[in-house]
Structures are given as C-alpha cells and as structure tokens.
C-alpha cells in the first residue's frame, strides 16, 4: 500500500512536508553551520586593548628612532667622519645615509621602497583589524615593531628631516635633498664593520624575528585547536 503525503498550501500545517528532511537537508544544515561559524571566527571582534598595545609599540618605536637619528646626526654631523666610539673597534656610533633597504640593498630604489612601505603598512593594519589577526598577542606586539621600523624609515625616505647632499657626491647635486635613510649604529664584527643602521632598523629585524616563531611554533597550535573546534558535520 502506498503512503500518500498531501502538502498543504499553508506553511506550517500538520501536512507540509519538510523539504529539510533526508541526507540532502543535513548537508545544507552543516554547511550552512560550518559556514556562520567560519563567518563568526572571522568577524570576531579584535579587544580594545589589542589597538592600544599595536598603536602604542608602533608610534613610540617610531618616536624613539626619530628622536635618536635626531640626536646622533646633530652630534655627528651628517657625513660619515670618524666613528665615535663607546667600546672601542666593537660598538659606536657613525653616520650614514642609506638609499637602499636594510644592509644597504637597493641602492638608490627609493620610490620603490617607499611604495612598498605604505603598502606593507596598510596590509598590516587590514590584516590585524578587519582579518582579526590582532585577537592573537604576539602577532600583534610583532607588527607593532614592524609598523614602527616602517614609519620611522619612511620619514626619512620622503626627505623630512631636510638635509641636502654636499658638493662632490657621485650621484646628487650639491644642494639636492635628501631621500634617505639616517643610519648611525656601528658594529665591528672582527674587522668588519656591520653595515651601519638604526633604531628603526632593530624594531623591523624583532618583528621579522617573532613572526618567523609565531609561524614556526604558535600558528601550527592554534591550526589544530581550531581544527579541533571546527564542526564535525555530522548530523
């Protein structure tokens, strides 16, 4: 004998059948969990104290490195002279105007490394406040420094601190201004001498240095945790 089910044209009624029913109904069911839970997870939203803490790293890194090119370059002078030294042939100080990126590459490419800072900033700022990044301590300490050692490079690349190029120099006029990066940190390995650099500098290669184990040790964890509470699917 054959069931007949009659669907009544009212929603709701004792006889509407429930198209939700049958194996096809609870895939719908758990995708549609599995996907307002990866929406929710996402959209999270960041703590306060995350934006305190990131803005916080990032404008008085910036502010120390600022302060101390100033320091260095107004008792130095801006020409490379004679280093001045506080543990001598091993640590001083010695100014130098790098046009390039870190250790000197990239000579002279400075609308390029400028374009790439301002992009490398914004990136960061997505990724920790619209992606959520910024739910997670470390990371966001780590992008504070990097966002610090961005700045306070970039200030010096867009020719802020107003200093011209002397007479004599290879590649500027007498006069042109500046577009580089005030470099004054002298380290002696042995008998050579590390490529000078900055306070700016130091923010960047901690930043660059907590990401690497974040990425190596903590996010393998929190992939796994995550795995572990993500839905099953089961119905």
Known sequence: MVAIVVRSATPGSVGEVNSDCGPRGNLARNDQRNEEGYRSNAMRAVPANRYFVFFSIAIAGCALDLATKSWAFGRLGAIAGPPMWLWPDVFGFQTNLNEGALFGMGQRMVAMFVGLSLLAAVGIQSWLFIAGAARDWLLTVALGCVTAGIFG???????????????????????????????????????????????????????????????????????????????????
């Open 153 to 235: 490079n970039l200030y010096d690349r867009l020719g802020f601190p107003g200093l011209t190029w002397p007479a004599g120099h290879p590649h500027h006029a007498a006069g042109e201004t500046v577009y580089a990066v005030r470099d004054w940190i002298l380290v002696m390995i042995g008998d050579w001498p590390w490529p000078t650099f900055n306070i700016a500098d130091s923010f960047l290669v901690c930043g660059a240095i907590m990401l690497i184990g974040h990425a190596i040790w903590i996010q393998p964890k929190n992939d796994q945790k995550a795995a572990q509470e993500m839905p099953s699917g089961d119905a």
